[in-house]
Nanobody, 124 residues
Framework: QVQLVESGGGLVQPGDSLRLSCAGS????????MGWFRQAPGREREFVAA????????YYQYSVKGRFTISIDNTKNTVYLHMSKLQPEDTAVYYC?????????????????WGQGTQVTVSS
């Protein structure tokens, strides 16, 4: 099974940008899709963005559309989440995950492999 490792999180101010990376090692990247989810304290994990393995199809949660961009580099086995115009409500632990091939790209239960998460804190 591919090991997924997120990086790039940190503490930023409102309005700042940040790029998260998720590198896969130990096997082939998902041939279906990769997704980013986030979980804030006291809240359920929620879908942020997903991208098909080809990179042609991208999906976003409504609240991040226009601010976040997901991309994939299959040659590096890495998926990225570029986040701009960050707001305090974006504060959460961000997870990348590999989709299992069936089901909904926005549903966490349809993802079969998860990284350990990286903390993003937006605060002035």
């Amino acid at each position: 099974q591919v090991q997924l490792v997120e990086s790039g999180g940190g503490l930023v101010q409102p309005g700042d940008s940040l790029r998260l990376s998720c590198a896969g090692s130990g096997g082939t990247f998902s041939r279906f899709a990769m997704g980013w989810f986030r979980q804030a304290p006291g809240r359920e994990r929620e879908f942020v963005a997903a991208i098909t393995w080809s990179g042609y199809n991208k999906y976003y949660q409504y609240s991040v559309k226009g601010r976040f961009t997901i991309s994939i580099d299959n040659t590096k086995n890495t998926v990225y989440l570029h986040m701009s115009k960050l707001q305090p409500e974006d504060t959460a632990v961000y997870y990348c995950a590999a989709h299992g091939g069936t089901g909904d790209y926005t549903r966490s239960g349809d993802y079969v492999n998860w990284g350990q998460g990286t903390q993003v804190t937006v605060s002035s």
